[in-house]
C-alpha cells in the first residue's frame, strides 16, 4: 500500500511537470501569435539597414557582412545561382528553397519568421533553419543578390539560455527538496491520527493530540479528541447502564428468592404468609415494570421508522393524561391547573407522546406534597410549540439537574427505590422527543418547585 508521503511527493512531481508543460505550451502559443510577427518586422528592419549601407559602399560588402555576423547574426547571401555565401555560424537545416529565393531577387520581401510553421513543443525563436529567416534584395557590383538574415541565438542569448537553464532546474530540484520537508509537516499530524484512531478502536480512549494548529489538521485533531471523549463517555455509560440493569435485576431477584424460601416453610404464621407474598408480588412489579421500560427504550433507539404520526388536539391529549393520574391527585389533594389552548395541535406519535405528558406529570405528582399545586401551560411559538409543566413542590438541588435526563439517574435512590420507580422514566421522555425533534429542560429553584419545558417543531 503506497503510504500518503509517497503519494503526495507523486502528485507533487506530477503537478510540477505538468505546470512546466502548460507554461512552455502558453508562452509558446505567445511567441506564434504576438512575438513571431514582432520578431519577422524588427528583421526586416535591420536587413533593410544592411541593405541600404551595401548599396552605399559595395566594395565593403565582405567586411561588413563578416562584421554583422560577428555581432550576432547568421547571413545568407546568395544571386541564385551559383554564387552563395554564408557568414557566421552555419545554419543547422539549409531548407530554403529556389522560389523564396527568386521572389526575393524579383524585388519582393520573404518573411520566413513569420511563416514559420506553428509546432507546439518548438518554439520557432531558436530553430537554426535557412528557412527561418527574412530575405530583401540588394544591389551590389551592378547585380541583383538574396540577403537573408536571422539572428545568432546561441551568440546573442547562449549564456542567457544556460542561465535561465539552470535557474529553472535549480527552481526544481529546490522546490522538490522543500516539498519533501514541508509534506512530513502535513503527512505526520495525519499519521499520528491514523495511530490513535488504532489505540481508539482497541478501546483506549485516553489519547492526546496536539491541537495547537489553526488549520484544516489542527481542527481535525481537536474534532477527534472531541469523539474521543465523548466515546469513552458513551463507554463508560454503557457499563454504568449495564450495572444498574443488573443491579436492578439482581435486587427483586434476590428478594423474591429470599422471601420464597421462608414461604415455602410449612409452620409460618398466616400473618407473615400474606406479608412476604405482598413483597414477592411488589417486586416481580417491579421486574415487569423494569422489562417493559427497557424494551421500549430498545424499540425507541429504532428511529423515527418505529413512530406512527398524526395531528391531534394537544388539549385533550394532556387531559387525558390527566384523567390517567386523577386518583392520585384526588389522594394528595393536589391542584392541577391546564392553560392549554383548543387551538393548539401537534404532529406525532399519540401513544408516545402521552408518555411524555404521563411521565412528566406522575413526576409532579409523585414528588410534591399533598395540598400543592401543578401547572401545564402550552403556547405556540413562530417555529415549535412549547409546553410548560410546573410545580409548586420542593424543588431539585442544582447538581442533580444535568443528571435527571440519564438512564437510572434517582434524585433520591432510597426512596425511588422503595416506590418500585426504575429511574428510566425522563431517560425515555427524552428519547421520545428526539425522535420528534423535539427538547425537554428542567429547572429548578429549591423550596419553589419544578419546571420542565418541553419544544415540538411545527410542520
Do not use: C
Not at 336 to 360: A, C, F, R
Not at 373 to 393: F, K, N, P
Not at 427 to 437: C, M, N, S, T, Y
Request: overall charge positive; proline content about 3%.
Amino acid at each position: 500500500m503506497k503510504s500518503l508521503y509517497y503519494r503526495v511527493f507523486l502528485i507533487t512531481l506530477a503537478v510540477i511537470f505538468a505546470s512546466s508543460t502548460l507554461g512552455f505550451l502558453a508562452s509558446n502559443i505567445y511567441y506564434h501569435i504576438k512575438l513571431k510577427p514582432y520578431n519577422d518586422a524588427k528583421l526586416v528592419s535591420i536587413a533593410e539597414n544592411m541593405k541600404r549601407f551595401i548599396e552605399l559602399d559595395p566594395s565593403g560588402m565582405e567586411p561588413y557582412l563578416r562584421n554583422a555576423a560577428a555581432l550576432g547574426y547568421e547571413i545568407y547571401l546568395t544571386d541564385g545561382q551559383q554564387e552563395s555565401h554564408f557568414y557566421g555560424r552555419s545554419f543547422r537545416k539549409q531548407d530554403l528553397n529556389q522560389h523564396n529565393i527568386r521572389i526575393v531577387l524579383d524585388g519582393g520581401i520573404y518573411h520566413g519568421v513569420a511563416q514559420f510553421p506553428n509546432k507546439p513543443f518548438i518554439t520557432g525563436f531558436f530553430e537554426n533553419h535557412l528557412s527561418n529567416t527574412v530575405g530583401v534584395p540588394v544591389q551590389a557590383s551592378g547585380k541583383t543578390l538574396a540577403l537573408f538574415i536571422r539572428p545568432d541565438v546561441l551568440l546573442q542569448f547562449g549564456e542567457l539560455r544556460t542561465f535561465f537553464a539552470l535557474v529553472g532546474l535549480l527552481t526544481i530540484i529546490i522546490s522538490i527538496l522543500f516539498f519533501l520537508v514541508s509534506t512530513r509537516y502535513i503527512v505526520k499530524p495525519i499519521t499520528r491520527l491514523t495511530e490513535a484512531t488504532k489505540r481508539l478502536a482497541q478501546g483506549n480512549y485516553n489519547l492526546r493530540l496536539t491541537t495547537r494548529r489553526r488549520d484544516e489538521i489542527g481542527q481535525l485533531a481537536g474534532h477527534f479528541m472531541t469523539m474521543s471523549r465523548e466515546l469513552e463517555r458513551v463507554d463508560l455509560a454503557r457499563q454504568q447502564f449495564v450495572s444498574n440493569v443488573s443491579h436492578e435485576i439482581q435486587s427483586p431477584l434476590t428478594s423474591i428468592q429470599g422471601f420464597a424460601k421462608v414461604l415455602a416453610q410449612s409452620d409460618l404464621p398466616q400473618e407473615e404468609r400474606l406479608q412476604y407474598a405482598s413483597i414477592v408480588e411488589a417486586e416481580s412489579r417491579h421486574l415487569s415494570m423494569l422489562s417493559k421500560q427497557l424494551l421500549l427504550l430498545s424499540t425507541l433507539e429504532q428511529g423515527e421508522e418505529a413512530l406512527n404520526k398524526k395531528r391531534f388536539s394537544l388539549r385533550s391529549h394532556i387531559r387525558q393524561a390527566a384523567e390517567i393520574l386523577q386518583w392520585q391527585l384526588e389522594e394528595k389533594n393536589l391542584l392541577l391547573k391546564l392553560s392549554v389552548p383548543e387551538t393548539i395541535s401537534v404532529h406525532g406519535d399519540e401513544v408516545l407522546l402521552m408518555q411524555v405528558w404521563t411521565n412528566l406529570l406522575s413526576n409532579a405528582v409523585n414528588y410534591i406534597p399533598s395540598g400543592r399545586s401543578i401547572e401545564v401551560y402550552a403556547e405556540d411559538m413562530q417555529s415549535h410549540t412549547r409546553v410548560v409543566i410546573s410545580d409548586t413542590g420542593e424543588g431539585i438541588a442544582p447538581e442533580h439537574l444535568p443528571f435527571l435526563f440519564d438512564r437510572f439517574y434517582r434524585v433520591d435512590r432510597a426512596r425511588e427505590r422503595s416506590s418500585g420507580r426504575t429511574g428510566l422514566g425522563l431517560a425515555i421522555v427524552k428519547r421520545i422527543l428526539q425522535l420528534h425533534e423535539g427538547t425537554i429542560e428542567a429547572s429548578s429553584t429549591p423550596g419553589a418547585g419544578t419546571r420542565f419545558t418541553v419544544t415540538l417543531p411545527k410542520l
